[in-house]
């Protein structure tokens, strides 16, 4: 009688835990369900005056919220009932979200593993492992300082990019509201008819407009200047390329992060006239940390925002930033509450 070898059964055992550590995605995440929590609501500027006006969102997000593009609906629809209650929301009205809710979609139809795991890196393992032949053709493709990273972005840029625009899209048609659509991290990303688009080609940190219709408008807006982090996967784009938005007789522009305090940014955006600019991402400077539009902007509107929560071994308390008639104000509660912030703005004088 044939006996097994010892070693043998210790090498498939091996292969088997190996097997099960990078292939077992863990369990279906809990159906998404409205939840009601505290939300405070700020405003600056003078209402009687105004011709529009910028509501900033500082959302509390979890890991489980990116699980689909119902989770996240039901979880930003809170903040914007808020602002419906509060009367905030009007036909000329510009909503912001903060930076990264798109590269949070790069988990969307995962399962519990990569919404419980305690670092990105560990999160990532589910998802290569789910896109496992995206993965491995992108990886030897393209190059990049993460390479692992960006692989995995450039494996789940359509599943982000779809749940992004399925996400958006529908919070501006429901509240009838422009949108800027927070940011994201995805693989050359564009607006065709039907909604969003990306190509085989590099990553870039973008954001999106979305008008109450339901409609992305323009183009992508693309950072000029990503983070050291960012810059381990995106690349950074030029100034030149950033489009120009209009409500009503007001020029905005939006700058993503450090973009915002940008000499050639400012030059591009008042050569065209922009005297509103919105950033998803509140960048702070090692000199210039209370003020992300610089202490001395040339705008004579703005806001930043950033969101809050805990996941993937990151934690945030947000911070939100404004130029109200031309002089800056930032604020920071150090508190998990989620926020809006609503910025009367006048017209040009």
Do not use: C
Not at 141 to 166: G, P, Y
């Amino acid at each position: 009688m044939l006996k097994r070898h010892p070693k043998k059964k210790i090498v498939l055992a091996a292969v088997l835990v190996a097997a099960l550590y990078f292939f077992w995605p863990g369990f279906s995440v809990q159906k998404a369900v409205p939840r009601y929590a505290e939300i405070l609501v700020e405003e600056f500027g003078i209402q009687e005056t105004a011709t529009l006006n910028v509501i900033g969102v500082e959302p509390h997000l979890e890991t489980t919220d990116f699980a689909s593009a119902v989770h996240l609906e039901i979880k930003l629809s809170s903040y914007l009932e808020v602002a419906r209650e509060n009367d905030l929301l009007r036909p000329d009205t510009l909503v912001l979200f903060p930076a990264h809710i798109g590269t949070g979609l790069l988990a969307a139809g995962q399962k519990s593993r990569t919404y419980n795991a305690g670092s990105i890196s560990n999160a990532l393992t589910p998802i290569i492992s789910y896109n496992l032949a995206q993965f491995s053709k992108n990886y030897y493709i393209f190059d990049a300082v993460n390479k692992r990273a960006a692989a995995a972005i450039r494996a789940q840029s359509q599943t982000a990019a779809m749940t992004l625009d399925t996400v958006f899209s529908a919070l501006a048609r429901k509240y009838k509201v422009t949108i800027v659509a927070g940011s994201g991290l995805l693989m050359t990303p564009g607006i065709y008819p039907g909604g969003l688009t990306y190509g085989h080609g590099p990553i870039f940190h973008t954001s999106f407009v979305y008008t109450p219709d339901g409609k992305p408008l323009v183009d992508a807006v693309r950072q000029i200047e990503p983070s050291a982090a960012e810059l381990t996967v995106a690349e950074p784009s030029l100034a030149e390329f950033l489009p120009i938005f209009t409500a009503g007789d007001t020029n905005y522009g939006i700058a993503i992060g450090a973009d915002a305090d940008r000499d050639d940014v400012e030059d591009h955006y008042m050569a065209e006239g922009v005297t509103l600019l919105l950033s998803p991402q509140f960048y702070q400077r090692d000199d210039l940390v209370e003020y992300p539009f610089g202490p001395t902007p040339r705008y004579k509107w703005g806001m930043a925002v950033s969101m809050k929560g805990e996941g993937w071994g990151l934690s945030a308390q947000g911070r939100t930033a404004l130029i109200v008639d031309g002089e800056p104000i930032s604020v920071q509660n150090d508190d998990m509450v989620g926020r809006i912030y609503n910025l009367w703005v006048s017209p040009k004088r």
